[in-house]
Nanobody
Framework: VQLQASGGGLVQAGGSLRLSCAAS????????MGWFRQAPRKEREFLAA????????YYADSVKGRFTISRDNAKNTVYLQMNSLKPEDTAVYYC?????????????????WGQGTLVTVSS
């Protein structure tokens, strides 16, 4: 599976962005997807995950209520809608896929990774 993340950029605090992750190379509907981020000098952090069907989502407490993960299997794309952004949300955001239908929150449980897209939130 190849993953291509996009949609990052510069936004003011309180603003919104929507990230996209386009997948190719394998039946997209049979894999679970997740989003992570990594800020400078910090570990890569789990944000959200979604089942292959899109019927179940799981979020880290740090983004619950502000971020929403969704997917469109017809377009082989997963999204991360980010609202009420804060300067501490500044990071490189990565999408990931796992060759199983259920969600996971640990990096080692994901088999494929995109290249990352930078999100910068100014105060």
């Amino acid at each position: 599976v190849q993953l291509q993340a996009s949609g990052g950029g510069l936004v003011q605090a309180g603003g919104s962005l929507r990230l996209s992750c386009a997948a190719s190379g394998r039946t997209f509907s049979s894999i679970a997807m997740g989003w992570f981020r990594q800020a400078p000098r910090k570990e890569r952090e789990f944000l959200a995950a979604i089942t292959w069907s899109g019927g179940y989502t799981y979020y880290a407490d740090s983004v619950k209520g502000r971020f929403t993960i969704s997917r469109d299997n017809a377009k082989n794309t997963v999204y991360l809608q980010m609202n009420s952004l804060k300067p501490e949300d500044t990071a490189v955001y990565y999408c990931a896929a796992r060759a199983r239908p259920w969600v996971a929150e640990y990096k080692h449980e994901y088999d494929y990774w995109g290249q990352g897209t930078l999100v910068t939130v100014s105060s």
